[in-house]
Nanobody, 125 residues
Framework: VQLQASGGGLVKSGGSLRLSCAAS????????VGWYRQTPGKERESVAV????????????VKGRFSISTDVAPGDVVVSTVNLQMNSLLPEDTAVYYC???????????????WGQGTLVTVSS
């Protein structure tokens, strides 16, 4: 399974950005998808997480501004996509954003955790 993230960049305060992350391969099922972020000197924090069994959880700081969505495209190569729509961005949203997908893969449906390579979001004041 390969994980590829896109989006990010520089935006002014109040602007919007959309992050996308696609996992492709022999995916049996998707358990959890989410977005995390990290700034220098701080631990990685959860921004938005969706669980097939538990619904969606947003960090308090992004509630009402960020929205997570997910889609699974079936086929010979299954593609699992998770997006993060970020509106009304603030300078404090500046961070490296990482996508995460917990997938069951392969013929035996083993469970694995996958992380994207990280994409920088910079919000100027």
């Amino acid at each position: 399974v390969q994980l590829q993230a896109s989006g990010g960049g520089l935006v002014k305060s109040g602007g919007s950005l959309r992050l996308s992350c696609a996992a492709s391969g022999n995916i049996f099922s998707v358990n959890v998808v989410g977005w995390y972020r990290q700034t220098p000197g701080k631990e990685r924090e959860s921004v938005a997480v969706f669980s097939s069994g538990g619904g969606t959880l947003y960090a308090d700081s992004v509630k009402g501004r960020f929205s997570i969505s997910t889609d699974v495209a079936p086929g010979d190569v299954v593609v699992s996509t998770v997006n993060l729509q970020m509106n009304s961005l603030l300078p404090e949203d500046t961070a490296v954003y990482y996508c995460y997908q917990q997938l069951r893969v392969g013929d035996k449906a083993w469970q694995y955790d996958y992380w994207g390579q990280g994409t920088l979001v910079t919000v100027s004041s």
